[in-house]
């Protein structure tokens, strides 16, 4: 089954909400065997957005739409599904009455005549209840074709999916699977992997995909198939033949984040990590301890944004006075510091220019990332394109990512 997302709201065109909601329904829709087509912003308006179903209800067998249900004059979606299929409104008793009690469940005597709109109907149309707010979706079924219409805001659109259309549209599913799987790599950039993978970009029964993340450049494989198992017979051999071909640049997979590897690594060798940031302001050591249990081995960060605290926790003040405060030998001597004041075993000290101005004749999206343990010190710098937030996230994504190479290459580390 093919299907189509809108999104529907005009806030959603002019940059004031982020469509959050067509990545949500778009990573529900490959386990049940449903390929997205495309995924389309509307605006509130009657003749676009019935323009924009009637493309989606001729290219795709779903139509799923989130917004455009509430009770006032630019709600939408109700007129707009009845205007394509060309039958008209009518107010449906039982959602009517359904409406109201939810009114009185909040304690509320009298209903607005103006919700009585979101009771209307249209005879291919069927309610589907809304037990967290006022706006029922619509299952509309005509030729063989089927339009989903739920409620914008995701605390009412995602239980409405879990409890009414995905048992719905898993009872239509012919038992298809699109399954994937996403390797996370390091080290290596896209035309680097694209090099050594490019004789499995035309293997018969799956298909390869790459892009760019903060993470570093995740390797995509997909199979559609009559069934789970034979998905996943057919993205074994695959999945093992990039990971010999990535070898140890591959980190992670699917849901895998840096700070858990890392965090697993570390409780396992029974490791304790301290962090001094400056640039990163402290994200560094947030991301570290998103992780349950982080407190096993992680014993603290310092965020040293001025020369003064740098100094006052035992930086050396001649490096800076010597190399500026973002350099790699201040960076090493950070990582030293924090770790000593900490009594940790490993320290990461981070130092760079955030932006959006030039720091030190350093351009922005320089990083310096020092390492101190026992067993000697190192650093690495890189220079991360993009603005204030993306360098800050990709700086304590790389000290991550960074340690686990670390790690990975001195399996003698130990406490």
């Known amino acids: 089954m093919k299907a189509d997302i809108v999104s529907i709201g005009t806030e959603l065109l002019m940059g004031e909400l982020v469509d959050t909601n067509s990545a949500w329904l778009a990573a529900r829709l490959p386990p049940i065997g449903i390929e997205l087509q495309r995924i389309t912003h509307a605006r509130d308006d009657l003749d676009a957005l019935t323009d924009v179903l009637r493309q989606a209800w001729e290219r795709s067998e779903l139509v799923l739409t989130t917004g455009g249900l509430g009770p006032t004059d630019d709600d939408l979606t109700r007129e707009a599904i009845a205007a394509l299929l060309g039958e008209t409104l009518y107010v449906d008793a039982e959602s009517l009455e359904r409406l109201r009690e939810t009114f009185r469940r909040r304690g509320l005597s009298t209903m607005p005549e103006v919700n009585v709109k979101q009771a209307n109907l249209v005879p291919s149309a069927r309610s589907i209840p809304n037990y967290n707010g006022t706006a029922p979706g619509w299952w509309v079924e005509r030729g063989g074709r089927v339009i989903v219409a739920m409620p914008g805001p995701p605390g009412e659109m995602h239980p409405m999916w879990e409890s009414h259309v995905l048992p719905l549209l898993r009872d ?118 998103q992780v349950s249990g982080s407190s096993a081995y992680f014993l603290g960060g310092i965020v040293s944004y001025t020369n003064e605290v740098k100094a006052a926790w035992g930086v050396d003040a001649s490096l800076i006075r010597e190399h500026g405060a973002v350099s790699p030998e201040v960076a090493r001597d950070m990582a030293r510091a924090c770790r000593e004041a900490m009594g940790a075993d490993l320290g990461i000290g981070v130092t760079g220019v955030a932006g959006p101005d030039e720091l030190e004749g350093q351009p922005v999206g320089t990083v310096h990332i020092g390492y101190s343990h026992q067993w000697g010190e190192h650093h690495v710098s890189r220079r991360f394109p993009g603005q204030r937030a993306v360098v800050k996230q990709r700086a304590a994504v790389q000290a991550l990512l960074e340690l686990w190479e670390l790690l990975r290459s001195n399996p003698n580390f130990h406490a």
């Open 172 to 289: 239509r599913s012919d038992g298809s699977v699109i399954l994937t799987r996403s390797l996370k790599t390091h080290g290596l950039g896209e035309s680097a992997i694209n090099e050594l993978i490019a004789p499995l970009f035309h293997l018969p029964d799956v298909s390869l995909g790459m892009y760019a993340q903060a993470q570093g450049v995740q390797v995509r494989i997909r199979a559609h198939a009559a069934s789970a198992e034979d998905a996943g017979r057919a993205l074994a051999p695959v999945e093992a033949e990039l990971r010999r071909l990535l070898g140890d640049n591959v980190w992670g997979a699917d849901d895998d984040a840096p700070e858990e590897q890392v965090g697993r690594e570390l409780g396992r060798r029974g490791l304790t990590l301290a962090v001094m940031e400056s640039c990163t302001g402290g994200l560094l050591a947030h991301t570290v301890t």
